[in-house]
């Protein structure tokens, strides 16, 4: 599983479109649009999912919104195995 947040314009504004993406057939299995790209922005989109299947892995770019304490804690209770890979290492964040 794989999550960010994206800035498509809408008209003067912006509006923030958080997204959840299955990274074995890359369907979005979870989406949020809201005018702040906030922590409460990731967490509603992760609150869509129930359960992840038992072993998933969960990337993000390791912005502010996916490394706080209440976007983890939330997610480790979904069984997800791993939450926040280690920053910078290319094996797991796959750069």
């Known amino acids: 599983m794989t999550t960010d947040i994206t800035y498509p314009p809408f008209g003067k504004s912006m509006l923030y479109l958080s997204t959840i993406m299955d990274t074995f057939n890359s369907e979005i299995v979870a ?3 809201s005018d702040h790209p906030d922590t409460k922005l990731a967490v509603d989109t992760l609150n869509q ?8 892995s969960f990337h993000s770019d390791q ?3 996916h490394t706080s304490k209440e ?3 939330i997610a480790r ?3 997800l195995s791993e ?5 910078g290492h290319p094996q797991l964040t796959h750069q």
């Open 83 to 87: 939450v926040c890979p280690i920053r």
């Open 71 to 73: 976007f983890y804690e």
């Open 31 to 33: 989406y949020k649009i």
């Open 49 to 56: 999912i129930d359960t992840f299947p038992k072993g998933a």
């Open 63 to 65: 912005g502010s919104t």
């Open 77 to 79: 209770k979904k069984t």
